[in-house]
Nanobody
Framework: QVQLVETGGGLVQTGGSLRLSCAASGRTFSNANMAWFRRAPGEEREFVAVINSNGGLKSYAESVKGRFTISRDNAKNSVYLQLNSLKPEDTAVYYC???????????????????WGQGTQVTVSS
């Protein structure tokens, strides 16, 4: 059974930092693109960041560029998201996604794969 488990969410003040982790089990994703999405209250789920299989390509939503950093450790079958300079509008449930498609010819658009985690809550207080 394939599982993606996110951890690391919490409550922080504006300007604070968090590091989210997503650990995969049940199969290896070392050859797969991995990504983070988020869903704010009352909003649609939105793309946050993606990293390709060897970590050589990373792409971010405009709203998080320069503040968030995605990384991965294939030996641990894990992907991470470092969140810095957090703002109240970053408040959301953050989800890990695996094995989606990257469109290199179209601004590195990422199309979510079939594997999702259960999410971890990030709350930023003002």
């Amino acid at each position: 059974q394939v599982q993606l488990v996110e951890t690391g969410g919490g409550l922080v003040q504006t300007g604070g930092s968090l590091r989210l982790s997503c650990a995969a089990s049940g199969r290896t994703f070392s050859n797969a693109n991995m990504a983070w999405f988020r869903r704010a209250p009352g909003e649609e789920r939105e793309f946050v960041a993606v990293i390709n299989s060897n970590g050589g390509l990373k792409s971010y939503a405009e709203s998080v560029k320069g503040r968030f950093t995605i990384s991965r450790d294939n030996a641990k079958n894990s992907v991470y998201l470092q969140l810095n300079s957090l703002k109240p509008e970053d408040t959301a449930v953050y989800y890990c996604n695996a094995a989606g498609a990257l469109d290199y010819r179209n601004n590195n658009n990422y199309y979510a794969g079939a594997f999702w985690g259960q999410g971890t809550q990030v709350t930023v207080s003002s």
